[in-house]
């Protein structure tokens, strides 16, 4: 299985006053503008996704939908509450793997500092490997035999937003 983490574009700033509820906060043009070039580089790299699972928070949740829209899987992307700010990583971990029939391709949308857990546990069973995932950064991870809440992925490569934009 081939692992995808996609971090939320260019979001609204925090702002008690216009998004007393953070989850609420939405992207920004010049945030859908850079998905929008992630989502030509996904296309130059030929990829494709059994599911996309994103985080419902909005800002998370509208980087997915461009993204399904641009590569025609809006049937495939699904809301994962595992996924929100501050999930529990190994909820998520059996979520994907109870995903049936068992996918290839599975593309989780979401937060920081949450996916460079997910990615350090997954790669070495812990969280001592630090990853820096920019927003609209998007990382590859190959699970060897078994997805499961312990080292068994190796990083593929991990893409900042200007090297994705290299490759629309």
Aim: charged share 25%.
């Amino acid at each position: 299985m081939n692992l995808y983490l996609l971090r939320h574009g260019l979001a609204a700033e925090r702002d008690q006053q216009k998004f007393p509820d953070d989850s609420l906060r939405p992207l920004v043009l010049k945030g859908e503008e850079r998905i929008g070039l992630a989502c030509a580089a996904l296309e130059t790299l030929e990829l494709s996704f059994d599911w996309i699972l994103s985080s419902p928070y909005l800002r998370a949740s509208q980087t997915a939908e461009i993204v399904a829209a641009k590569l025609g899987l809006r049937k495939r992307l699904k809301l994962c509450d595992e996924l929100a700010c501050g999930g529990d990583p190994k909820a998520l971990i059996r979520y994907v793997y109870q995903l049936r029939p068992g996918p290839e391709n599975v593309l989780l949308v979401g937060h920081e500092p949450d996916l460079s857990q997910v990615i350090s546990l997954l790669i070495s069973g812990g969280p001592a490997v630090a990853i820096d995932m920019k927003k609209g950064g998007l990382a590859k991870l190959v699970i060897a035999a078994e997805l499961r809440y312990a080292r068994c992925a190796t990083l593929a490569w991990l893409l900042t937003p200007k090297q994705m934009a290299l490759l629309a």
